[in-house]
């Protein structure tokens, strides 16, 4: 068996077993019930964002310092794959939020700055469909993939800076139950598998279609 299919068969049984502990194990919380279970799915996404994008912000400067096209492709497809955990967040966030803040969205600091990061990558990626130079198009999208970080930190502090009625989480001196802490963690740990399986896979793709456009490109088909 291929080392790849163990990886995929490991990352599904650890996905599967999160959402056995979401489900069937964890109790509901006493306030809001079984809608708070979507907390885990919640959580676990803005994480692998939050990733995702520093790893875009990495790959980014090493681009710029190296000039070397596999980081700018490593950059661009954790950008990729980040987008959809981030929309995974914007969409769950307001399913949760309606039947306990009576309200699909509100301009909290943390929402807004979190569709601001949405719409930052969006942009990102938006901007690499329209520049043709490849030189260009990775040196713009590594400059934007570093200043578009800086966004991070301010969803992620947001709750300490300012008035917001987001839950903080992990504050100190309480916050979650032991099952329900142990389940989280879990549930972190399995989506940044699958967020690190997705990354692979969407990396090994990009290497294809660079490969791809030299050929093209050698026989005048391009």
């Not at 989506?191 to 990396?203: A, E, P």
Request: charged share 20%; glycine share 4%.
């Amino acid at each position: 068996m291929k080392k790849n299919n163990i990886f995929d068969i490991i990352t599904i049984l650890f996905v599967v077993t999160a959402i056995y502990l979401v489900f069937f194990y964890v109790p509901e919380e006493k306030t809001m019930g079984i809608i708070q279970k979507i907390f885990y799915f919640h959580v676990s996404s803005a994480w692998v964002s939050f990733f995702a994008f520093l790893l875009t912000f990495i790959f980014s400067i090493l681009y710029l310092k190296k000039n070397k096209s596999t980081y700018d492709g490593i950059a661009f497809s954790s950008a990729e794959v980040g987008l959809v955990f981030c929309t995974i967040v914007l969409v769950t966030g307001p399913l949760w939020a309606k039947p306990v803040w009576g309200a699909y969205w509100t301009w909290d600091p943390r929402l807004t700055t979190t569709l601001v990061l949405w719409f930052i990558y969006a942009s990102y990626l938006l901007l690499r469909k329209f520049i043709d130079d490849d030189q260009k198009k990775a040196t713009y999208s590594a400059i934007l993939g570093i200043i578009g970080f800086i966004d991070v930190p301010l969803v992620y502090f947001s709750i300490k800076w300012f008035r917001t009625i987001h839950p903080n989480v992990f504050r100190s001196g309480g916050g979650l139950e032991k099952s329900m802490l142990y389940t989280l963690l879990f549930s972190l740990f399995a989506f940044t598998l699958l967020f690190i399986n997705l990354l692979v896979k969407r990396i090994k793709l990009e290497r294809l279609y660079v490969e791809i456009k030299k050929i093209k490109f050698n026989r005048g088909l391009d």
